[in-house]
């Protein structure tokens, strides 16, 4: 989804588009939370100030990624869809949030990436509790299982403690 300037001057410097568009999954490489992504849409509008070299784009993007379960490493297909803003200056600006235009073309994928990027989950599983992994002296546990434990143990230091009783 790319545009020149002269591209956009055409178009009464307002542009709409409707299009599905496939993104490499290297470009999600240095991402640990993230595999890959499907069927991403993504819709929208531009417009171009010509006064002040800034094309506004509204888009909405959505689709599937491919996260990795927190628990097992399987894939799981996570739907996602997220709204975007984003300002384009085809002059160097101070201007927070704008991106740069290089030689004189709009390029919306990196945008694109990057709000897929947020929309990644911390974490997700599907695993169920018995199938969380364990090994020899490890095991991994619920966070509700875990705070039980928590509750049930007692400080070694106050152990002998216990063994007196009022009476």
Known sequence: MKWT?????????????????????ALF???????GVEDVHVEGSGYLDDNNDVFYVNMKIDGVMICPDAITFDEIEVPFETEAQETYSFV?????GARIVENDEVDLLPAIVDEIILEVPLQITLASEDEYPEGDGWKVYSEEDYQKMQEDKIDPRLAKLKEFKEE
């Open 92 to 96: 160097d600006t101070d201007e927070d």
């Open 5 to 25: 300037r002269a591209e956009l001057m055409r178009n009464a410097q307002n542009i709409n588009f409707s299009q599905d568009i496939e993104i490499d999954d």
């Open 29 to 35: 490489a240095g991402n640990s939370g993230i595999l």
